[in-house]
């Protein structure tokens, strides 16, 4: 893992990236914050409260908005966790609506230690590696509402 002030991006830090998302154009107007950062633990939590702002024709939840609201945090954590010697990048992203719901929505995305030791590993090579992950958006009785996967790329960088 990253070692030190120069292997990290000084625009990581918690704070600044929880007040540049929460004041990022389409986050604020879809009504989504960033409740919770730690990215040394690798743990965000996004809220999407139901406002005018965010609702779908139906009243409930727009379905867009849940999903915009996993959008970066995976690939931030790992670009954290991994340092400057990687690249990061998302490949793909789908979601699932299981339920509606005029609640609050949150998302809490975690990347565990061994999750980043294993990209570690098999970034080895030098290969470009594709990892799965899966972000349940929950409302506020804990109900499942939708299921986000997120493909992300990783590929080591080579050393000039």
Not at 4 to 22: C, D, F, M, R
Not at 91 to 117: F, G, Q
Request: charged share 25%.
């Amino acid at each position: 893992m990253k070692q030190g002030k120069e292997a990290t991006y000084p625009q990581l830090v918690p704070h600044i990236i929880k007040s540049k998302l929460n004041t990022f154009a389409p986050f604020l107007g879809a009504g989504i914050r960033l409740e919770m950062v730690d990215l040394d633990n690798g743990l965000c939590v996004v809220g999407l409260p139901m406002t005018r702002l965010n609702k779908s024709l139906t009243s409930t939840q727009f379905g867009a908005s849940m999903h915009m609201m996993t959008d970066p945090f995976i690939c931030t954590m790992l670009a954290h966790k991994l340092g400057k010697d990687y690249q990061v990048w998302d490949i793909s992203s789908t979601i699932e609506y299981l339920s509606t719901t005029d609640d609050k929505v949150t998302a809490r995305i975690k990347i565990s230690t061994d999750e980043v030791l294993e990209i570690l590993e098999l970034a080895k090579s030098g290969d470009t590696i594709h990892r799965d992950y899966h972000i349940d958006i929950t409302d506020s009785q804990q109900k499942i509402i939708a299921k986000v996967t997120k493909t992300i790329g990783i590929k080591r960088l080579e050393k000039a």
